[in-house]
T-cell receptor
Framework: GAVVSQHPSWVICKSGTSVKIECRSL??????MFWYRQFPKQSLMLMAT?????????EQGVEKDKFLINHASLTLSTLTVTSAHPEDSSFYIC???????????FGPGTRLTVT | SQQGEEDPQALSIQEGENATMNCSYK?????LQWYRQNSGRGLVHLIL?????REKHSGRLRVTLDTSKKSSSLLITASRAADTASYFC????????????FGTGTRLQVTL
């Protein structure tokens, strides 16, 4: 089946620094990738949708200058949390979808802790 | 918000019993999907049911969809301790370019 990886699986950073999270589709070409965040014991909330080679589309209330998304190739998307603050601490999950497919394949998630 | 509502929020049953979770949503959908998430882990896709389907089976899972009531249910039969996880429905709303909107989730605990 389709496999999506995320790196790192967890990261601790200091307030004010930036953190980059990678999402890779390992065995298929992902024309679209999605980024979600999940707070403890809550549901996943879609942050943004990115299509390869174009700018990401952000959901209402998500700051595009704070959460930079790059989808430069059909197998890699990155999410950079800029000037991180403790309230950005969360579980970030990406998913990837190939063309002509309904199904999204999810990565294992990245736990970000900002101290 | 288009987020779906799931009930119950939490469910505790004994091994061997059946578990039923319900999901309600608000607008027209292309399809509805169910996912499982073990604590602190990624999501595992369980089953997808299209808007023109009413029932679907996969192993011990049975999913129903009632588009007139905008609701779906997930039944896990003969539950096992390994089924302990959070279960989410996710809807692909018509006209949203296949974005998924996740429900609030049901935390299932299966005890021995």
């Amino acid at each position: 089946g389709a496999v999506v990886s995320q790196h790192p699986s967890w990261v601790i950073c200091k307030s004010g620094t930036s953190v980059k999270i990678e999402c890779r589709s390992l065995d298929f070409q992902a024309t679209t990738m999605f980024w979600y965040r999940q707070f403890p014991k809550q549901s996943l909330m879609l942050m943004a949708t990115s299509n390869e080679g174009s700018k990401a589309t952000y959901e209402q209330g998500v700051e595009k200058d704070k959460f930079l998304i790059n989808h430069a190739s059909l197998t890699l998307s990155t999410l950079t949390v800029t000037s991180a603050h403790p309230e950005d601490s969360s579980f970030y999950i990406c998913s990837a979808r190939g063309s002509n497919s309904y199904e999204q394949y999810f990565g294992p998630g990245t736990r970000l802790t900002v101290t | 918000s288009q987020q779906g509502e799931e009930d119950p929020q939490a469910l505790s049953i004994q091994e061997g019993e059946n578990a039923t979770m319900n999901c309600s949503y608000k607008t027209s959908i292309n399809n509805l999907q169910w996912y499982r998430q073990n604590s602190g882990r990624g999501l595992v896709h369980l089953i997808l049911i299209r808007s023109n389907e009413r029932e679907k089976h996969s192993g011990r899972l049975r999913v129903t969809l009632d588009t007139s009531k905008k609701s779906s249910s997930l039944l896990i039969t003969a539950s096992r301790a390994a089924d302990t996880a959070s279960y989410f429905c996710a809807t692909d709303f018509t006209g949203t370019a296949s974005k998924l909107t996740f429900g609030t989730g049901t935390r299932l605990q299966v005890t021995l």
